[in-house]
């Protein structure tokens, strides 16, 4: 098992920044590919971001390609999603997964690759 808890979402305007935490408890969280995953009211749960177990390789959707940046900072168990230059279509609840057992180098970006969830953080970005 690995438990995931979320923090730093919050209300933020247009252009500014918030940086997501995920702290994780449990299985060794090296051995975890790790994403970060949104849904907004109405839409699909889609990973904006995700990191292969080593660090090495990493996964962003269009949407968010030179916005956000995802690390993983192993000696702490936590995942990091920087999110700059915010806009509205970014609000939504983020989520943070994790899966073992997968390759080395790989990062996964389908939300059946995932077996742990968070809670979720919210995230409004004002106009």
């Known amino acids: 098992q690995v438990q995931l808890v979320e923090s730093g979402g919050g209300l933020v305007q247009a252009g500014g920044s918030l940086r997501l935490s995920c702290a994780a408890s449990?299985?060794?969280?090296?051995?975890?590919?790790m994403g970060w995953f949104r849904q907004a009211p109405g839409k699909e749960r889609e990973c904006v971001a995700s990191?292969?177990?080593?660090?090495?390789?990493?996964y962003y959707a269009d949407s968010v390609k030179g916005r956000f940046t995802i690390s993983r900072d192993n000696a702490k168990n936590t995942v990091y999603l920087q999110m700059n230059s915010l806009k509205p279509e970014d609000t939504a609840v983020y989520y943070c997964?994790?899966?073992?057992?997968?390759?080395?180098?790989?990062?996964?970006?389908?939300?059946?690759?995932?077996?742990?969830w968070g809670q979720g953080t919210q995230v409004t970005v004002s106009s």
């Open positions: 997964a994790a899966t073992n057992g997968v390759a080395w180098d790989r990062a996964p970006l389908l939300r059946y690759d995932y077996d742990y």
């Open positions: 449990g299985r060794t969280f090296s051995n975890c590919a």
């Open positions: 990191i292969s177990r080593s660090g090495g390789r990493t």
